[in-house]
């Protein structure tokens, strides 16, 4: 089946310590984005990519970093600058620029520092 | 920063009513999407309505549009249980210098339906 997925579902990461969290599409999407969810909050944007080898940051970049080696991958590396990383992160892709065309969700990561 | 801003944040209603939830953006838009949100669980989408339009209709959902007041409305009719979930709305944002656009969310609508 078509989807993007995430993985892991569930992630610790200790204080000064880099995670990198998965996010594989076979939608054959141009675009994909992360997004970061606290409890009860909406969710907002972190990089976004339009195009293979090319990504732009989003409202809160600081402290993550990504890459677009391939269409269908898209990780999130969360570096030890980020001073509060806790969240809920969520992967998402669309056919074309942005929000022309709807977005498909992956199940997201909920990332804990213990 | 967020684009739209839902209201109300939250809302109970008794199972069988219409769910009403508005959406108010700042900038001007090409679309407006509703999409929900299952409790931990990832986004899907419901609806995108065009600039252009000013009423959209997918099953029990129905979508307005006013881009004079640069606000929007979701309305779920007869609801049931299922329907219990986190509604946001999104708009595109386009960026000035390279002609990028990117997808920004509201804060949500908490939707609860009472059995």
Redesign the interface.
Known sequence: DGGIT?SPKYLFRKEGQNVTLSCEQNLNHDAM?W?RQDP??????IY?S?IVNDF?K??IAEGYSVSREKKESFPLTVTSAQKNPTA?Y?C?S?IG????????????T?LTVV | ??QGEEDPQALSIQEGENATMNCSYKTS???L?W?RQNS??????LI?IRSNEREKHSGRLRVTLDTSKKSSSLLITASRAADTASY?C???AR?SN?G?????????T?LTIIP
């Open positions: 995430q984005y997004y009860g909050q909406g969710l907002r944007l976004y339009q732009q989003g409202d809920f969520l998402a669309s620029r942005a929000a022309l065309r709807e977005a498909f969700f992956g199940q997201g909920r | 920063s967020q838009i090409n679309n999407q999409y931990g669980r990832g986004l899907v989408h995108l946001f999104a708009t595109d960026q390279f990028n656009e990117k997808l920004t969310f509201g804060t949500g908490r």
